[in-house]
Nanobody, 122 residues
Framework: QVQLVESGGGLVQAGDSLRLSCGASGRTFSDHAMGWFRQAPGKEREFVAAISWNSGHTKSADYMKGRVTISRDNAKNTVYLQMNNLRHEDTALYFC???????????????WGQGTQVTVSS
């Protein structure tokens, strides 16, 4: 059974930085692309960033470009999301997800964590 557990969320001020972590278990972590998504109250879940199985490819949402870095440590079965210059509108529940593929144009997100809350005060 695949489990994803996020951590690192919290209450920060606008302009601060935060690093989220997601630990994975239950299957070979290094075979699968990983991603981060977020959902704000009253809004749909949206894509934040993704990284390929070997860290060779990354992509991020336009609204986060220049402020976010996704990385992974396959030896630790962990994916990270470094967010800088946080804004009030970044307040959301942040989820990590594991894809069925190692990478590709249309990733299928198979497994999800429970999320970690990020609150940015203005």
């Amino acid at each position: 059974q695949v489990q994803l557990v996020e951590s690192g969320g919290g209450l920060v001020q606008a302009g601060d930085s935060l690093r989220l972590s997601c630990g994975a278990s239950g299957r070979t972590f290094s075979d699968h692309a990983m991603g981060w998504f977020r959902q704000a109250p009253g809004k749909e879940r949206e894509f934040v960033a993704a990284i390929s199985w070997n860290s060779g490819h990354t992509k991020s949402a336009d609204y986060m470009k220049g402020r976010v870095t996704i990385s992974r440590d396959n030896a630790k079965n962990t994916v990270y999301l470094q967010m800088n210059n946080l804004r009030h509108e970044d307040t959301a529940l942040y989820f990590c997800a594991s894809a069925s593929q190692g990478w590709g144009r249309n990733l299928v997100w198979e497994y999800w964590g429970q999320g970690t809350q990020v609150t940015v005060s203005s």
